[in-house]
């Protein structure tokens, strides 16, 4: 997850009530169980000591907010009156998770947080694409329109060597509209520096456009099983398919980098460590690049930490500054990453390390 973004949640002032739930709006009783996960949310909070104005807002985000479309989760992050953090999650929480506390929760946020990656889906017929281009932040970042030549584009029935030309017209228009689609999405790939390429389209323009492609996009291409140029399209289960793709593609590259921290580890490079005394010394010097924190972390183990969480340490002695304050440390350690400029990774597969905590370092 990075989470540089989140810096000025978790240095705002006052106590967080950290929410995670099913919100999903996949049932004709949908309004009602989500009244009753909220009931169940709110004894939880009210059960900590989360103050009036916070609860509100949250009951307003939840109840009366946004509603989604399907199965989802949500996670939902307050403080002094004030939504600071409302997204939806891929996977909802088997059970509601309800904290109150001087921290911002945000380890099942990491957990289902995948890399961002920047995309182009294009989306194609014989005679041209639209390609959307997003940046790395999932917002559209751009968008064009091809059009080829429409004539001739349809092949015709018949026999006889004038109908054999008119086939390869056919082909040959085809294969050009292609080839200016192609040369449209390089550009757009170029520009946003995207890792993936999601290609819509019936097969024989989507293989067209594969032929055109320079070798370094064709790389990063990935088909759809639905979708397309035609009229009629279902763009719902499109744009859901082209999210499965993109979330698909950034988990794996997630595990990609897991790989290299474990192969850091293993070979004793020095630009991985494990264990907290280790990590929470390189989160101290800022040499952390990437936080690894797995299911074995002894989540309520306390750690200090400075009133700026640019300091943490294991011990209050580890620390240079007077002033310090004991913390969780599954809630300490993504805040010290935050604001030392880390990203925080949970990996989806056993990966056994010291403390349940490691770090790939930046030199």
Do not use: C
């Amino acid at each position: 997850m990075e989470t540089t973004q989140l810096r000025d949640l978790i240095t705002a002032p006052g106590a967080f009530a950290s929410v995670y739930l099913d919100a999903s709006h996949d049932t004709e009783d949908a309004e009602h169980t989500t009244q009753l996960r909220w009931q169940e949310i709110r004894a939880g909070l009210d059960a900590q000591g989360a103050d009036g104005p916070t609860v509100q807002e949250l009951e307003n985000a939840i109840v009366a907010g946004a509603k989604p479309v399907g199965r989802v989760g949500r996670a939902v992050i307050a403080s002094a009156g004030r939504v600071l953090l409302d997204t939806w999650l891929p996977v909802p929480p088997a059970t509601p998770i309800v904290r109150w506390s001087s921290l911002p929760y945000l380890l099942p946020l990491a957990a289902q947080n995948v890399p961002p990656v920047a995309y182009v889906v294009v989306i194609m017929d014989r005679v041209g694409a639209d390609l959307r281009g997003y940046a790395d932040s999932g917002e559209l970042a751009t968008r064009a329109t091809v059009d080829g030549t429409d004539h001739p584009i349809h092949k015709v029935s018949g026999t006889g060597w004038s109908h054999l030309k008119m086939q390869h017209r056919v082909e040959n228009t085809a294969r050009n509209n292609a080839a200016e689609v192609a040369d449209a999405v390089a550009h757009m790939v170029d520009e946003l520096q995207a890792q993936l390429v999601v290609i819509a389209a019936e097969v024989q323009a989507r293989a067209d456009l594969r032929e055109s492609l320079p070798k370094r996009v064709l790389e990063i291409a990935v088909d759809t099983q639905t979708g397309g140029r035609a009229e009629g399209i279902d763009e719902a289960a499109l744009e859901s398919e082209v999210r499965l793709i993109v979330e698909d593609y950034a988990r794996a590259a997630q595990q990609t980098w897991v790989d290299k921290f474990a192969a850091e580890l293993a070979r004793d490079s020095g630009l991985a460590v494990q264990g907290l005394e280790a990590v929470t010394a390189a989160l101290r010097e800022a040499r952390a690049e990437t936080l690894v924190l797995t299911d074995s972390l002894a989540a309520d183990r306390p750690l200090w930490t400075t009133d700026g969480l640019a300091q943490v340490a294991v011990t209050s002695d580890g620390l240079v500054e007077d002033e310090t304050v004991r913390q969780r440390a599954d809630e300490a350690l993504p805040a010290a990453a935050s604001v030392s400029g880390a990203s925080v990774v949970v990996p989806d597969g056993h990966l056994e390390l010291t403390d349940g905590v490691g770090a790939l370092l930046r030199y």
